[in-house]
């Protein structure tokens, strides 16, 4: 989650989460929390529209926060709200996993019966394309006497 859009939820000013974050840096290694690159900040901003840096866009690279640097938010901002809204991040974090492991789970049934089926009908499309073969593919037998 990006820096602006926590400080949002917080109800802070996007530069004092990021205050409270450099104070605390040793508790945000980078799987927790990290800057973005010029390139991601120009990217980010493009797909955004926001307004460049020089006409009153950020002049600092946002902060990044994953799943872990959420939680450890909570340590640094020690606000009523910080406290409500850190635990309704961590349930949607915890959702979103459940529908991922489910949507996992119903792909690879979802394998398995192709595969079992497809094995099924390989019988029936194999006999269908042998119907299908010309006539001549098809010895056939003549039908009748024959005189000697």
Do not use: C, W
């Amino acid at each position: 989650m990006l820096d602006s859009d926590l400080a949002d939820l917080y109800q802070v000013p996007t530069k004092r989460l990021n205050e409270s974050v450099r104070r605390n840096i040793s508790r945000f290694p980078d799987d927790f929390a990290f800057e973005l690159s010029p390139d991601e900040v120009v990217s980010l901003r493009s797909q955004f529209a926001t307004s460049n840096a020089g006409r009153g866009g950020s002049r600092y690279a946002p902060y990044v926060f994953t799943e872990h640097g959420v939680a450890m938010l909570s340590s640094v901002l020690r606000s009523e709200r910080a406290v409500h809204v850190n635990i309704a991040i961590m349930r949607a974090f915890s959702r979103l996993r459940e529908l991922l492991a489910t949507h996992a789970d119903l792909a690879r049934k979802l394998d398995d019966l192709e595969q079992r089926y497809d094995r099924q009908f390989r019988v029936v499309f194999d006999a269908i394309r042998e119907l299908m073969g010309s006539p001549s593919e098809h010895p056939t037998k003549e039908i009748g006497f024959r005189q000697s």
